[in-house]
């Protein structure tokens, strides 16, 4: 009898497993196929040309630095606007504001955080775009500053959430013992909530950044999809091409089993690496947090 009533938990635990271990073999799976499709490009194209300052793929100019440099400039110019105001609405929500507030405001990120990606793009081109344009006296608005506006927006229901969440998670206690001790309200937050919460703060700034480094349409909606290389501040203010935008534009188009095929899968790959990269160091990061607390503990 007691077998029998085991079997609910093994079937369930079972199931769990499969879960995580089907996880793992999709993510296998979707590298796999990235390096079948495009490493032959190592091979067709040289070296040399392929990380060239030149993108025009029907002179067969398959240069990559432009992308790249388009795809990080937009990241960086994110990742400056979304962590400093995301930490900053995320600190607001759970230490200062209100409870009745906090019930508002917290479901409201989420819902902007499910907001589809081509809508802010619309909305970009319509009106943040003339708006820059207009004020910056730029000759177009579809700039790189523009697609960094628009991608710190999309970052940051992901970046308060999640910070949220860790700092709401700091132990009532930590708190008391600071007020008691005598530090103001700002004190205890900026000295001991915060450094408590720095894992999970961590965290959410990486996926922020995760975020904004794997978004299509927005992009290539207000960005202008000009394959230039970014070589001064100044590159802000003009169009740039980033990598996940070049795919979408040019895969429907591109001959199957072509060099211009293969390069865009090499495209792929690299996106995979860098997405991957950056979880990989958000998880080192909540790992290194944890070992240290064990040891404090200890």
Not at 39 to 47: D, I, S
Not at 96 to 110: C, D, T, Y
Not at 154 to 168: F, K, N, R, Y
């Amino acid at each position: 009898m007691k077998q029998n009533r085991n079997w609910p938990e093994l079937i369930i635990e079972s199931l769990i497993r499969a879960t995580g271990y089907s996880a793992i073999l999709f993510v296998a799976l979707i590298l796999i196929f990235l390096l079948r499709e495009g490493l032959p490009a190592l091979a067709e194209v040289k070296f040399a040309d392929l990380f060239s300052e030149r993108w025009y793929p029907i002179e067969a100019r398959f240069g990559l630095l432009p992308l790249i440099g388009g795809s990080l400039i937009v990241t960086l110019g994110a990742a400056l606007l979304a962590v400093p105001f995301g930490l900053a609405t995320a600190i607001f929500i759970a230490e200062i504001a209100p409870r009745w507030a906090r019930e508002v405001l917290k479901p409201l990120v989420e819902i902007l955080g499910g907001l589809p990606s081509v809508v802010l793009g619309f909305l970009g081109m319509l009106a943040l775009a003339p708006l820059i344009r207009t004020t910056l006296n730029t000759p177009t608005g579809l700039t790189a500053l523009t697609g960094s506006l628009l991608l710190a927006g999309m970052a940051l229901p992901t970046l308060v959430s999640v910070a949220e969440d860790a700092l709401d998670a700091v132990p009532k206690s930590y708190r008391d013992a600071a007020l008691a001790l005598g530090a103001t309200k700002w004190q205890t937050i900026w000295r001991v909530t915060v450094p408590a919460a720095r894992s999970g703060v961590l965290t959410a700034i990486m996926l922020g950044i995760g975020r904004a480094i794997g978004e299509t349409m927005t992009v290539m909606m207000v960005t202008g999809n000009a394959a230039r290389l970014p070589t001064t501040l100044n590159s802000f203010f003009l169009p740039v091409r980033t990598m996940t935008a070049t795919i979408a534009a040019e895969m429907g188009e591109v001959a199957n089993g072509s060099v211009h095929y293969h390069v865009l899968f090499t495209i792929g790959i690299g996106l995979f690496l860098i997405s991957f990269v950056v979880n990989l160091a958000a998880s080192a990061v909540v790992f290194q947090q944890r070992k240290r607390a064990e040891r404090l503990l200890s």
